[in-house]
């Protein structure tokens, strides 16, 4: 299992991909329930990238009934709000949808959004 330090390196190595490399650790977190691979900090350097995945990795512990790594409590909220879909008529449903710990660093996403088969 790839851990989510290193998932962050991926994506930023090819932002075009992000959301492949992020629900690829989403998918293989909920099988493995690998607390190894989300206790490593990620490295604070792009504040929206940041957030979403402090966000993803408190989400999946909550799904768990785990505690969080204690590195996401230091990645703060984005200055501005962050609609991860981009697109404009979702961004009031987004509002509403958002799980708390999204909601909390101003990253706003559909409830579905780490929804996977």
Known sequence: ???????KELIEEDKKNWSLYLMNF???????????????????????????????????????RINYPEWTAKIPACVHPYFVSGIENLKAISLVES???????????????L???
């Open 1 to 7: 299992m790839i851990s989510i330090k290193k998932t």
């Open 26 to 64: 989403v998918v293989d977190f909920r099988y493995y329930k690998d607390f190894e691979s989300i206790k490593e900090k990620i490295l604070i350097s792009d504040e929206k990238l940041d957030a979403l995945i402090a966000s993803t990795v408190e989400y999946l512990c909550n799904e768990l």
């Open 99 to 113: 799980p708390l710990v999204f909601r909390i660093r101003k990253v706003f996403v559909l409830e579905n959004f």
């Open 115 to 117: 929804d996977r088969c």
